[in-house]
């Protein structure tokens, strides 16, 4: 559930054109297992 939550999220973040600072580890790591979301890291490689 938390992984489809976080997709949808990230896809309305692109759709947005907005960017996300990931400070909570759920969404770092999540983020880090699917690298095709890696482009809405701010500052990136954070």
Do not use: C, K, N, Q
Request: proline residues 11%; hydrophobic residues 40%; without cysteine.
């Amino acid at each position: 559930m938390g992984s489809t939550l976080e997709r949808e999220a990230l896809d309305d973040v692109r759709r947005r054109g907005l960017r996300v600072v990931p400070l909570g580890p759920f969404v770092r790591g999540w983020i880090e297992r699917h690298p095709a979301y890696a482009d809405l890291v701010d500052p990136p490689g954070l």
